[in-house]
């Protein structure tokens, strides 16, 4: 686990701001940090799109004090990560300054050295920047007994503990401010389209290893895997060109991205165990994580909504095909 906290801070280093991308060049290059992370290990990919995400946040809501406060933790080596999902039942809550309820699907805890999490109050989520070492909460590991992405540490987290008024972040409702909270689908989509990458890389260094690369049939499958994982990237690409555009038509983009994303890792998973057959479901197969991890990561939540905002944006001619 502390292997890859020192792996998010060590990538982390590679950012050249921790602010949002000012121009598309600048984005394009966060997004293939992103994208080279998950295709060399995605569960890796999924805390380091949450840190980043996290350094953002903080950075475009954070009073000048606090932003200089995570220079020097992120400096120091902290590993950030988000978490938003309320526990069922039992939500976190904040009354005054004492922190109680919990979080579901905290990816990292255990891993990370801060979250950033949110609290309902008057005027929307609040956000909180809780230093983990200072008040650290209860994990309940029986949560997170999945086929994939094990490692990434996904559990319950409960608090019932004091907190300090510097570690609210921003005004209400500053977490779910548009462009940038749909927006960030972008990021994890970069995440994905890297595994659907590590999909070709692992399937070809298989079938070059075996002998049968130059199979006809094995060939047309790597010449598809390629094609789904290239397309995957370009929708990535085409998104980040647009996103300095109109609201509409940028989050049009993101939208079309994730589909293409996720329709492209459908695609992969099928052509890369059908290359590689019975093998490649072995524990012990470098392919076998890489199947298991992209399937449970490409399971964001309502691809049929993206969908549906994709058509909407054809509809009104606000997304057109062009070259």
């Not at 976190?92 to 979250?115: E, N, W």
């Not at 401010?177 to 994905?192: I, T």
Request: net charge negative.
């Amino acid at each position: 686990m502390t292997d890859l906290r020192h792996e998010i801070a060590r990538r982390s280093a590679e950012l050249v701001s921790l602010a949002d991308p000012v121009d598309a060049v600048a984005l394009l290059a966060v997004l293939r940090l992103l994208h080279g992370t998950g295709r060399h290990d995605l569960p890796l990919g999924r805390l380091f799109e949450g840190h980043v995400d996290a350094l953002q946040i903080v950075s475009r809501c954070g009073s000048p004090a606090q932003i200089a406060v995570l220079a020097d933790i992120v400096a120091a080596g902290a590993a950030l990560g988000v978490w938003n999902a309320d526990l069922p039942g039992e939500p976190l809550q904040l009354d005054g300054l004492r922190l109680t309820g919990g979080k579901s699907f905290a990816s990292g805890a255990g891993i990370l050295s801060h979250a950033l999490v949110t609290v309902d109050g008057d005027g929307g989520r609040q956000l909180i920047l809780i230093d983990l070492a200072r008040t650290p909460p209860r994990v309940d590991r029986d949560f997170w007994r999945v086929v994939g992405m094990q490692r990434s540490a996904t559990h319950i987290v409960h608090w019932d503990a004091n907190i300090e008024a510097g570690d609210l972040i921003g005004a209400p409702g500053d977490y779910v401010r548009e462009p940038w909270f749909s927006g960030g689908a972008l990021r994890f989509a970069s995440v994905q389209a890297g595994g659907i990458a590590a999909l070709v890389d692992r399937t070809r260094d298989h079938l070059v290893a075996t002998g049968r690369a130059a199979d006809p049939h094995q060939s047309g499958r790597l010449a598809a895997l390629y094609g789904v994982a290239e397309g995957a990237a370009g929708a990535i690409r085409t998104a980040a060109a647009g996103w300095f555009g109109p609201d509409q038509e940028r989050l049009s983009l993101v939208a079309a991205a994730r589909v293409a994303v996720y329709e492209a890792g459908g695609r992969a998973l099928g052509l890369a165990q059908e290359a590689v057959g019975v093998q490649a479901l072995f524990v012990d197969h470098p392919l076998s994580a890489k199947i298991t991890d992209l399937s449970m990561y490409l399971r964001q939540p309502g691809p049929d909504a993206q969908r549906m905002l994709v058509g909407a944006a054809v509809a009104a001619s606000i997304l057109s095909p062009a070259l």
